[in-house]
Nanobody, 119 residues
Framework: QGHLVETGGGLVQPGGSLRLSCAAS????????AGWYRQAPGKQRELVAA???????NYADSVKGRFIISRDNAKNTVHLQMNSLKPEDTAVYYC?????????????WGQGTQVTVSS
């Protein structure tokens, strides 16, 4: 069984930066693929950044050039570096990870972390 723990959310002023982390634990072999989603009040959850098994990255147009998704294989952790933050980035951010176990792969969600961009 795997487990994800998200850290790094908080309150930041417009133009500031935050780095979210999503650490996978358990008897895992590796992180196969991952994504970061966000959900603002009254809105549907949306994908903002994705990291494929081959290492390619994809971003929503709204965050392209400002957010960077990355993976630390040694620590089984996925990061989301968020720069030039805007009030419209305010949301609960969730990581979603395909964890590779020795004999199977499974998908997990993090618990969510609040990001608030406000002056």
């Amino acid at each position: 069984q795997g487990h994800l723990v998200e850290t790094g959310g908080g309150l930041v002023q417009p133009g500031g930066s935050l780095r979210l982390s999503c650490a996978a634990s358990g008897s895992i072999s590796s992180i196969y693929a991952a994504g970061w989603y966000r959900q603002a009040p009254g809105k549907q959850r949306e994908l903002v950044a994705a990291l494929t098994s081959g290492g390619s990255t994809n971003y929503a147009d709204s965050v392209k050039g400002r957010f960077i998704i990355s993976r630390d294989n040694a620590k089984n952790t996925v990061h989301l570096q968020m720069n030039s933050l805007k009030p419209e980035d305010t949301a609960v951010y969730y990581c979603n990870v395909d964890i590779q176990f020795p004999f199977y792969r499974n998908n997990y969600w993090g618990q969510g972390t609040q990001v608030t961009v406000s002056s």
